[in-house]
């Protein structure tokens, strides 16, 4: 199952209104209770996020906590991810990130963990609440 980014920045913001639902899954993957896959352009948009904001420092901090996540797979992007991000973008008119994250789901187990709506309009897509897995 693709973990999406949405659930990632809940995390790191103390604020946002998930922040305890991401809590709970990241401490499951801390556990080794849980698997999860991350898709590379997950990395690419907290590159380009932290990079806006002045917060490089922050990134090599995030990044480098997150690579050491037991049960977190990053998946590398190919060219049939691209296709068919591209395809989702024109079918469903997903956003840029989303369109890679929904393709990378598509193109492994069909699931995604994320608390966007906007995946259960995904043809083949089975959108996962994390509330439910916690």
Do not use: C, W
């Not at 991401?22 to 999860?36: D, I, Q, S, T």
């Not at 690579?67 to 990053?74: D, Q, R, S, V, W």
């Not at 840029?96 to 929904?102: L, V």
């Amino acid at each position: 199952m693709i973990l999406e980014n949405d659930v990632l920045f809940a995390l790191l913001n103390k604020k946002d209104p998930n922040y305890r639902v991401a809590k709970a899954v990241f401490e499951k993957l801390m556990r080794g209770e849980l698997e999860l896959e991350i898709s590379s352009a997950a990395l690419l948009e907290m590159e380009l996020i932290y990079r806006s904001r002045g917060r490089e420092d922050q990134l090599q901090r995030d990044v480098s906590a997150l690579a050491a996540i037991p049960g977190l797979k990053f998946l590398p992007l190919t060219p049939e991810i691209v296709l068919t991000a591209i395809s989702l973008r024109k079918r469903f008119g997903l956003s840029f990130f989303d369109s890679h994250y929904a393709a990378t789901s598509l193109l492994t187990d069909g699931r995604i963990l994320s608390f966007n709506g906007r995946y259960d309009d995904v043809e083949g897509l089975t959108r996962v609440r994390p509330s439910s897995i916690i």
